[in-house]
């Protein structure tokens, strides 16, 4: 994935594409950072492509969280810009599940986990974080089973 990431850096800078170059720079940066601290807790410094998408949905959770920030402070043109980066992450991200797709995974997960109060939210998300990884916001995951286990 991170191939797939450099090549289109490098596509993007020969065609002049200095917007979707930064946000290339960016993510690989992110991702080089992620090595780093991954060496120094002794561990094997070359990522998995789980540990990447991991990586590109913090950056994409981050651009969702500025877009809600800068829309509310009147900072249209700011919230633009981060859609504009936000949509070139979740050109790397895995197809995002849909609402109906979460809710299934959420039942079969409270199903196996024997959930039946708020107090059980723990360990629902963790068992449906196994199964959406980097392909649902878990805000909105977090919220449905919420709403489930009350």
Do not use: F
Not at 79 to 100: R, V
């Amino acid at each position: 994935m991170l191939e797939r990431i450099n090549n289109n850096l490098k596509e993007a800078l020969k065609a002049g594409n200095s917007e979707k170059a930064g946000v290339l720079r960016m993510l690989v940066a992110a991702v080089k950072n992620k090595e780093i601290e991954k060496r120094g807790k002794g561990g094997e410094p070359i990522l998995t492509n789980d540990e990447i998408v991991d990586v590109l949905s913090r950056e994409a959770k981050k651009r969702r969280e500025s877009i809600e920030v800068y829309k509310q402070g009147g900072r249209e043109e700011l919230a633009q810009k981060e859609s504009a980066e936000l949509a070139i992450i979740q050109q790397y991200l895995p197809e995002q599940l849909s609402e109906q797709e979460i809710e299934k995974i959420i039942d079969e997960a409270i199903a196996k986990t024997g959930a039946n109060s708020i107090g059980d939210l723990g360990k629902v998300m963790g068992e449906v974080t196994k199964q959406i990884r980097g392909k649902a916001d878990g805000k909105l995951v977090s919220e449905i089973v919420k709403r489930k286990l009350q």
